[in-house]
């Protein structure tokens, strides 16, 4: 599972930009080798592992995209009406075998051919029967109208889907489309989870005075989740040198991935670090984020690691800034993650220059219409509330230093980011 070197790519300065640590992420993490052939209905969030050209036109015949009468384009009354005789009806699926000839309409329905000689089609509450049967046509009608041409969706031979495409359901639909019953995917990455701290108990277990529940080790797993992971629960270890450093070689075996909470910082009892580097080697450990600075990175036997903080908030965010990149990375996943949204800012704010600030916020629609972004009143780390409560991150960027109400701020939704 050797998806990184140990080699000499740690880096100097005290704390690493995102950007350098997100560009080292991608420069090293290579994606995981093999693939599998899944059903379509099982193809939803898995990562393609071939490029999908269309093996024919979309549509493939030119049809009717309504109900109604199809004509020759040469037989459009220019003003007026003209009557015609109705020589035959096509429905969906039908085959159109006589072509129209001058004069003629054909009665269609939607996504039956088009007839040979037809290339425009009346809709149905435009048109009159007369007592003969024959049908009345109204002029003010472009030639062409109403029908799908073969192949205006999807050329034959064109690129629909490519390698490293998260499949969507939309993804999904086009292959259907093509004809495809199954597709080529990355087989899951396998990623271990385990929390750290001597204060941590499993909900559902008895809870001491100065305890809490393990909260970081559900969400985690649950992000990794959504993100199409394959998820080993390790459950917790304590705050023990040798414990952390035993559990983390035992966790490289057999993962791809290797992500845990708490430990991270430069406390007496913070073994993660210090576990890495018996068994394996730090690549960072620091990154000019916040909340979450404490997030290290190292690899031990070749599988990374990425040690989140223990606090919720900062683990989080570490994971969506962190973790969430190195295990798109590993599951050959192209970064598909649309650009923050600007929304107006309807808070004040300070900043430190020279760090990525995460501000915890929820959207709200102003008066006009436009959204505004309400930061959540209060700071912490430890917050779980200020996650439940709110929408999504502002991204501050490094260079800024305060927000005033009323600026462009840049927005990522939570929805967009698993
Ligand atoms: P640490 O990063 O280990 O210094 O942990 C910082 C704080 O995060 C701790 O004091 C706990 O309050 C909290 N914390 C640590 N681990 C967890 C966890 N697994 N679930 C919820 N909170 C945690
Ligand atoms: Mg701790």
Known sequence: MAQLSDDC??????LMPLDDMIALLSARLQPVEGTEVVPLVKADGRVLAEDIHAPFSLPAFTNSAVDGYAVRGADLPSDGERTFTVAGRLQAGAKAEKSVMPGEAVRIF???????????????????????????????????????????????????????????PQDVAVAAALGLA??????????AVLSTGNEIVAPGAPRGPAQLFDSNRFMLMAMLARLGCEVSDLGMLGDDRAAIAG????????????????????????????????????????????????????????????????????????????????LLALAGARPQTPPPMPVRAAFTYKKKEGR???????????????LEAVKFPREGAGLLSSLVETDGLVELGEETTRVEPGQTVAFLPYSGLF
């Open 9 to 14: 790519f740690a880096f100097g300065g005290p």
């Open 110 to 168: 939607t996504g039956a051919p088009m007839p040979e000689g037809a290339d425009t089609v009346f809709m149905q509450e435009d048109a009159r029967i007369d007592d003969r049967g024959h049908v009345i046509l109204p002029s003010g009608l472009k030639r062409g109208a109403n029908m799908r041409p073969a192949g205006e969706d999807i050329a034959a031979g064109q690129l629909v889907l490519e390698t490293g495409q998260r499949m969507r």
């Open 182 to 191: 199954q597709v080529t995917v990355r087989r899951r990455i396998r990623v």
């Open 247 to 326: 559990g983390l070689k035992e966790a490289a075996a057999g993962h791809d991935l290797i992500i845990t909470s708490g430990g991270v910082s430069t406390g007496e009892a913070d073994y993660v670090r210090d576990g890495v580097e018996s068994v394996g080697s730090l690549v960072f450990w620091r990154v000019a984020i916040k909340p979450g600075r404490p997030v290290a990175m190292g690899v031990i036997d070749g599988t990374p690691l990425i040690g989140l903080p223990g606090n919720p908030a900062a683990s989080f965010v570490t994971f969506v800034c962190v973790a969430r990149p190195a």
């Open 356 to 370: 990525r600030e995460y501000v915890r916020a929820s959207l709200r629609k102003a008066p006009d219409g436009s």
